[in-house]
């Protein structure tokens, strides 16, 4: 019974004292994140062509999307890429980040 206990007790205090969502933010609130940013510049100029992509992560445990900038570029029919733009959303350990690559 006490190694249960002391079981339980390691569990907990691993799940509390490490994150809920395990996806790229500058900044991260505990019950609440929103934080649209930029993830990276070329010299390239803009065009109107952009692509998204999703990923999600549920409680740290599972995760699934391919938010890669290739695949997100070459769905939107993107050769040369000029900035890429993130949204990270977090509530309550529900968390997903949405990239758009945009270009020519």
Known sequence: MFRMLMLASALAL??????CLTVATPAQ???YTEVN???HVTG??????SASGTAW????AVAFGDITVESL???GGITKVHHV????KN??????????????
């Open 57 to 60: 992560s549920i409680f740290g």
């Open 37 to 39: 940013w930029t993830m």
């Open 73 to 75: 570029a070459a769905q």
């Open 44 to 49: 390239n100029e803009v065009d109107v062509k």
């Open 91 to 104: 509530v309550l350990g529900i968390g997903w980040i949405t990239v758009t690559v945009y270009g020519e």
């Open 85 to 88: 733009d993130a949204l990270t």
């Open 29 to 31: 609130g505990a019950i």
């Open 14 to 19: 691993a799940l509390t004292t490490t994150g």
